[in-house]
T-cell receptor, first 113, second 115 residues
């Protein structure tokens, strides 16, 4: 069965620190990969997505992610976080030609001023 | 443009009562999804529809849960009877089948508390 693993459940950073959140998936075929963000009390919003082409994907708010097929990974990065980045981040995979998304457990990021 | 619209936003109900959650997908979208989010289990896909037809309901936890999509602009998720362990945020989402990578858009969620 398909699955998505996010390695860090909680991350605490100071403002201006660099961020990297890990995501690995377990499907060997063609995949579409997504990172969603959920700010406190809000719904999920798309940060970025990968479906083909350049494996380094740039999203909104200075986020980027790199698809490494050999490692089944799609890690999220941001060089300098802000307090407003405090949120929960979800990695998701869509595979096999189906439209359903399988989500990871999420990573809660807290950024301190 | 209006996004995915869910109602109610918040509901508190007593154990044993019937709960109906509603969703209006983005106009023109042909896929609709129901997800449940809890602290313990994260985001789980419950069921999804394509052109109003249920495609995969393997995530529906038990017979107390049912979902319908009578037309392209409306879906319901019903829990009868409700139990405290059903307390969660229920998200509806929709997308349009097209080129690879089409985005799934989420509603703001229905926050359900069963006491």
């Amino acid at each position: 069965a398909q699955s998505v693993s996010q390695h860090n459940h909680h991350v605490i950073l100071s403002e201006a620190a660099s961020l990297e959140l890990g995501c690995n998936y377990s499907y060997g075929g063609t995949v579409n990969l997504f990172w969603y963000v959920q700010y406190p009390g809000q719904h999920l919003q798309l940060l970025l997505k990968y479906f083909s082409g350049d494996p380094l994907v740039k999203g909104i708010k200075g986020f980027e992610a790199e698809f490494i097929k050999s490692k089944f990974s799609f890690n999220l990065r941001k060089p300098s976080v802000q307090w407003s980045d405090t949120a929960e981040y979800f990695c998701a995979v869509r595979s096999g030609g189906y439209n359903k998304l399988i989500f990871g457990a999420g990573t809660r990021l807290a950024v301190h001023p | 443009d209006a996004g995915v619209i869910q109602s109610p936003r918040h509901e508190v109900t007593e154990m044993g009562q019937e709960v109906t959650l509603r969703c209006k997908p983005i106009s023109g979208h042909d896929y609709l999804f129901w997800y449940r989010q809890t602290m313990m289990r994260g985001l789980e896909l419950l069921i999804y529809f394509n052109n109003n037809v249920p495609i995969d309901d393997s995530g529906m936890p038990e017979d107390r849960f049912s979902a319908k999509m009578p037309n392209a602009s409306f879906s319901t998720l019903k829990i009868q009877p409700s139990e405290p362990r059903d307390s969660a945020v229920y998200f509806c989402a929709s997308t349009l089948q097209g080129a690879a990578g089409n985005t799934i858009y989420f509603g703001e969620g229905s926050w359900l508390t069963v006491v």
